[in-house]
């Protein structure tokens, strides 16, 4: 099966690459720009270009990693918010439905948090976004179930890895260079660490497990923290002990856009569906610290 990877120059594009390099199919890396690997550019908001890349290269399978992801300057970029994020799905949606073929595509815990609650949000559960996007990404959604295409949608959150910029690397950095830092302890969800979720998309995809699968699902790792637990952890996990972790409310970091205070998932689908172990995150965690102080 050819595969097309969209978003390759993102975390989980880069984790993808690494995932797939001992697979039987055929992958194909895409992105805008050229970043340091192998890539096609392609840009996936031209539906004439991504139908031609489709044609040429016998694509069967999309795994759509791009996306608008910068949530405060969403706000004052709507248009191109909603071109990347919704818009752009519909094209590759289209295009696999042209070719009976499948779209993964990444969706956000940000579809959530406009209605309180304190238990993990199921896949059923109404979608009520706060901001331009979480609102674009759930448009997304609705765009790609509407072309009637095989697809996976798969909502995730507080997305890390070795690659790119990240909350994790942020703060492995703030917490080896500052004596003190203030963090929220009033957003709660899981971050995920994106080599698992990379994992996990293509056990799905290599193990053909998708057939009469089709639907959303969450994926993120096990367990719930704050963000200033996710920094505690990070901070233990490097070493880094001269900086004071202070909690504190998300109304000291004022923002133009309301954040989920309780985005947790509910992976039970995935993992029943898929046969999928999730690791606990401070588990994933460790690992990916490790693997950043060893590149140092």
């Known amino acids: 099966m050819n595969i097309l990877v969209t978003g390759a120059n993102g975390q989980l594009g880069n984790e993808m690459r690494i995932v797939s390099k ?3 199919d055929a992958y194909f890396f ?6 340091g690997q192998p890539t096609h550019i392609l840009d996936i908001t031209d539906s004439d270009a991504v139908a031609n890349f489709v044609s040429a290269n016998q694509i069967q399978c999309i795994i759509n990693c791009a996306a608008y992801t910068n949530v405060d300057k969403a706000e004052s970029d709507e248009a191109f918010c909603e071109k990347l994020n919704a818009d752009a799905p519909k094209i590759l949606a289209d295009a696999m ?3 009976n073929g499948l779209l993964v595509h990444i969706s956000t ?3 959530f948090g406009g209605d309180p609650y304190n238990t993990p949000c199921t896949e059923s559960q109404k979608g009520t976004p706060t901001g331009v996007y979480g609102k ?7 765009n790609i179930i509407a072309t009637g295409c095989n697809h996976i949608i798969i909502r995730t959150a507080w997305l890390y890895s070795e690659f790119g910029k990240n909350f994790c690397k942020t703060m492995l950095n703030l917490t080896a260079t500052k004596p003190q830092l203030k963090v929220v302890f009033d957003q709660v969800g899981t971050p995920t660490y ?3 979720l990379a994992n996990a998309i293509y056990k799905i995809v290599n193990g053909r497990k998708f057939d009469g699968n089709t639907g959303i699902y969450h994926f993120s790792n096990e367990g719930v923290c704050s963000w200033y637990d996710f920094t505690k952890m990070i901070a233990e996990y490097s070493g880094q002990t001269n900086c004071d972790i202070q909690p504190c409310h998300s109304n000291e970091f004022p923002s133009p856009v309301t954040r989920p205070s309780y985005s947790v998932l509910d992976k039970t689908k995935i993992k029943t569906t898929f046969g999928l172990s999730i690791p606990y995150w401070t588990d994933s965690l460790k690992k990916c610290i490790g693997n950043l102080v060893d590149s140092r």
């Open 22 to 24: 001992e697979s039987s």
């Open 30 to 35: 895409a992105d805008i720009v050229e970043a």
């Open 97 to 99: 439905k042209k070719v």
């Open 109 to 111: 815990d940000y579809v």
């Open 136 to 142: 674009t990404k759930l448009h997304g959604e609705q």
């Open 194 to 196: 994106a080599l698992d």
